[in-house]
């Protein structure tokens, strides 16, 4: 059998899914529970059909003309560019004349209600069709080998037309919401889901079952439906996106910081920074971004925890402007809505910063808030590494603060991705002479050396401060540090580099 052309479905995410779109003139089933977003993705597809100067008809059993044009409205569509046969459940008569939208009785039977489709279809010769929905047929056939009969009918009235249908199915009239046998029928299957959550909005997500001879993009892929239609955000592979870079280290700005990782993270890596609540993780990662934006790079924060507001105060009284570089554009940042994200919306954003913005660094903060906006999601520390990779392979530098439980006491975590990443930057409070003091260490760095050191550093109005060795102190990491020296070699308050 000859290759046969791909069109466009009207959704420029499930195209990318589907390698291009559906191929031309076969027939296909859209399944899914009431609310999954069903109807909105058929009537994509008919108006893409339109806007390529195609016929296009919708077959409505269930909702009726009006309920139709409520939803084509609601998105800023018309169904006026395609034609509408419905076929309602109040009773009507027949008439010789009848108009494009007919009023039958459900009484009538099965073979009399596809004879009126089928000269429907013969009248209006479209290259499109939705067959909305099958509940009804399985309804008026009663038995299911009939039901399956006229649907094997349908086929085979359709086939050698040049006509390419969607078939829709609400799952409602089988015990077990599938049916396998109408699977086989069909070309492809594409399955739309809705999950409602314990909090927040409900989390949608498209499954392709099934499509013959096309190497699809497998998987679940979440979505959700805005003004304009489905926003569909393709399960990411990052093996498929991989851009040639040069892997040269990236500097913060401060010698001392920068020579711990032998020079800096590496271009096309990720670095974990992590420690406890107060110790500085997200002022040492703005540090990394303040020295991007300086270099004319673009740089993305995407922000779970804090209020931009109070971020941008920190960044101030830390003697770092991000401000500047927010209003040139070279800095975004993103406030995260933790109940109303899905992780693959959240992975299309980062791809659009780095496909369409050409950002050159990425900031999460913080993993913990990442987990809390999608807790019953089951999958994420795989999402998120294959997001990881992802940028990696775009030549990104990426940063993701980790905080940890516990300040005093030893530290610890519900959750780990130090495997995942490729270098790991730990910070510690530890106490000297009766004052609360930070330490910092490189303990990973997997694209090349770094330092062994446990140095104190500092935050304040002269910004970031990186000290010497703490020689003098053992037990600082377990966070129970005993201090066996002299107070030399502790930071006062001093310019830097005095």
Same mark, same amino acid.
């Given at each position: 059998m000859p290759d046969v052309p791909p069109i466009a479905t009207g959704n420029a995410g499930l195209d990318r899914i589907l390698r291009g779109g559906l191929p031309a003139n076969r027939l296909y089933l859209l399944e899914g529970a009431p609310g999954s977003g069903k109807t909105t993705l058929a009537l994509q597809f008919l108006l893409e059909g339109v806007r390529n100067g195609e016929r $296009?008809?919708?077959?409505?059993?269930?909702?009726?003309k009006e309920e139709l044009g409520v939803v084509a409205e609601s998105h800023g569509w018309s169904i006026g560019d395609f034609a509408v046969f419905e076929l309602s459940a109040a009773d009507a008569v027949l008439g010789e004349g009848r108009a494009q939208s007919i009023l039958y009785s459900w009484e009538m039977e099965l073979g009399e209600t596809i004879k009126l489709i089928e000269a429907e279809v013969e009248r209006v010769q479209p290259t499109r069709v939705v067959f909305d929905s099958l509940s009804e047929m399985r309804l008026l056939a009663q038995d299911p080998l009939r039901y399956r009969r006229q649907v094997l009918a349908l086929k085979q009235f359709f $086939?050698?037309?040049?006509?390419? *249908?969607?078939? *829709?199915?609400?799952?409602?009239?089988? $015990?077990?919401?599938?049916?396998? !046998?109408? !699977?086989?029928?069909? !070309?492809?299957v594409l399955t739309l889901e809705r999950l409602t959550l314990d909090f927040g909005a409900a989390r949608r997500r498209l499954q392709v079952q099934k499509l013959r001879g096309v190497d699809f993009v497998a998987g679940y892929h979440d979505f959700a439906i805005r003004t304009g239609g489905l926003d569909l955000y393709p399960r990411l592979v990052a093996a498929e996106h991989h851009a040639p870079f040069v892997g040269d280290p990236i500097e913060s700005g401060v010698?001392?910081?920068? $020579?711990?990782? !032998?020079?800096?993270?590496?271009?096309?890596?990720?670095?974990?920074?992590?420690g406890p609540a107060g110790t500085g993780k997200t002022t040492i990662a703005l540090q990394y971004l303040h020295a991007a934006c300086e270099r004319g790079e673009h740089a993305v924060l995407y922000e779970f925890d804090e209020r931009v507001g109070t971020l941008l105060a920190r960044a101030r009284a830390f003697n770092l402007d991000i401000q500047k570089h927010l209003d040139s554009g070279l800095l975004t940042v993103e406030q995260i809505d933790p109940a109303e994200l899905s992780p693959g919306e959240f992975t299309q954003r980062v791809r659009r910063q780095v496909e369409d913005d050409a950002a050159r660094m990425v900031v999460i903060d913080s993993l913990a808030g990442y987990l809390a906006a999608m807790p019953q999601e089951q999958q994420l520390i795989l999402q998120l590494h294959e997001l990881l990779s992802y940028l990696n392979q775009q030549g990104v530098v990426t940063f993701l603060i980790n905080p940890q439980e516990g300040a005093f006491e030893p530290t610890r975590t519900s959750f780990s991705v130090s495997p995942i990443v490729d270098a790991v930057l730990m910070l510690r409070f530890f106490e000297a002479e009766g004052r609360i003091r930070k330490a910092i260490s490189a303990v990973k760095n997997r694209a090349g050396g770094h330092e062994d050191a446990i140095r104190e550093f500092r935050i304040d109005t002269q910004g970031v401060r990186v000290g010497a060795p703490l020689v003098a102190f053992r037990g600082v990491l377990s966070g129970t540090p005993e201090y066996t020296g002299e107070r030399t070699p502790l930071m006062e308050d001093r310019a830097r580099g005095a």
């Open positions: $296009a008809l919708y077959i409505t059993l269930s909702e009726t $086939a050698g037309r040049n006509i390419t *249908v969607l078939l *829709v199915d609400d799952l409602t009239a089988t $015990a077990d919401g599938s049916d396998t !046998h109408l !699977h086989s029928l069909c !070309h492809g010698v001392e910081l920068d $020579a711990m990782l !032998h020079g800096g993270p590496l271009r096309g890596t990720s670095t974990l920074i992590t």
